[in-house]
């Protein structure tokens, strides 16, 4: 699970968010939320330039988990329509 928190796409989610109908303001607060995110790597000891990643979900983030939510119930979706499709 660790890997799929940090595999999750900021434009994807956002876009989830639409099609489930939430309201716009709701949506770019969760997503200030999420966004808000900068990363710097310590080299040699020192730290480096500082960084904003486009993807990934902060574990222990209290909302977190119900974002990973959304994103498991559209994969779940697809896996259905492959499965009657006959693709699956």
Partial sequence: ???AYDRIE????ELIMQ?????????QLVMSCVTIVQLAMLLE????RSFKPSR?????????PYLFLFVSEVLSLMIQ????TGVL
């Fill in 1 to 3: 699970m660790n890997k």
């Fill in 10 to 13: 900021w434009d994807f989610l």
């Fill in 19 to 27: 099609k489930m109908g939430f309201a716009f303001s709701w949506i």
């Fill in 45 to 48: 000891g020192h730290p480096g």
């Fill in 56 to 64: 990934g979900l902060r574990q222990g983030d209290p909302i977190s």
């Fill in 81 to 84: 329509k492959a499965r009657l």
